[in-house]
């Protein structure tokens, strides 16, 4: 019952925030339109997600597909936000490559019927260096205020979704099979740091414009 009401929570606030973010797409600079299509990605997964079980029994095949096209739009938000990246248009290269990686980990370990937990873990650990990264070149630039700041924020949101992303689907495979029982109590925090995330995106959306006078 609680699992059911927190999911119907989670698929509220991910249609409420993808929705709400069509109407700041406009007046949202390059960097911060790479975390828009971040968000409309993963309703479309969600929605995606739920055809897959109804029509084959598995949602697999979607989450992985989605992994990969979600670390490339990441990436193309660092190398749009960090001057430093953009430049020689690194934040593209590690996209690229680590698409690639994806790709191969899917032909040859891990195939789109299984947990790309491979892949998984290289794109948080990527992420949340690349959001640390982000941090330190904002840290210093002399007179920037960090609480006024959009990239700050999102930064340090991807650090926290990335992380909690991992700790949950890292013990996924090892609690469905060794105690399926609890498998709600996974299902559940995963839910609520979805839920948390994208709350949180929707409340920096909603300043965007009160905060839109410093960038990276």
């Not at 509220?12 to 109407?23: I, Y």
């Not at 430093?84 to 195939?111: D, E, H, M, S, W």
């Not at 090892?174 to 029982?181: A, D, G, K, L, V």
């Amino acid at each position: 019952m609680l699992q059911t009401v927190i999911a119907r929570i989670y698929e509220a606030s991910l249609l409420s925030v993808a929705v709400f973010a069509v109407f700041r797409y406009r007046q949202a600079d390059k960097s911060t339109r790479y975390i828009l299509f971040w968000i409309w990605l993963g309703l479309l997964t969600e929605v995606l997600g739920d055809i897959s079980i109804a029509l084959f029994k598995t949602n697999m095949p979607v989450y992985a597909l989605s992994c990969l096209l979600e670390f490339m739009i990441l990436c193309g938000y660092f190398n749009q936000s960090v001057r430093v990246l953009k430049a020689k248009n690194l934040g593209l290269f590690i996209g690229g490559l680590g698409t690639l990686l994806g790709i191969l980990n899917i032909c040859f370990l891990q195939p789109l019927t299984v947990l790309n937990a491979n892949f998984l873990f290289f794109e948080c650990l990527v992420i949340v260096c690349l959001s640390l990264y982000a941090l330190y070149r904002m840290l210093v630039e002399p007179g920037l205020k960090l609480w006024q700041e959009t990239h700050f924020c999102f930064a340090c949101l991807l650090i926290f979704y990335e992380c909690v992303s991992l700790w949950n689907w890292g013990f996924y495979d090892y609690i469905i099979r060794s105690y399926p029982e609890k498998s709600a109590i996974l299902n559940i925090c995963l839910l609520t740091g979805n839920i948390l995330t994208y709350a949180a995106c929707g409340l920096i959306i909603y300043l965007y414009p009160k905060m839109r006078q410093t960038h990276v």
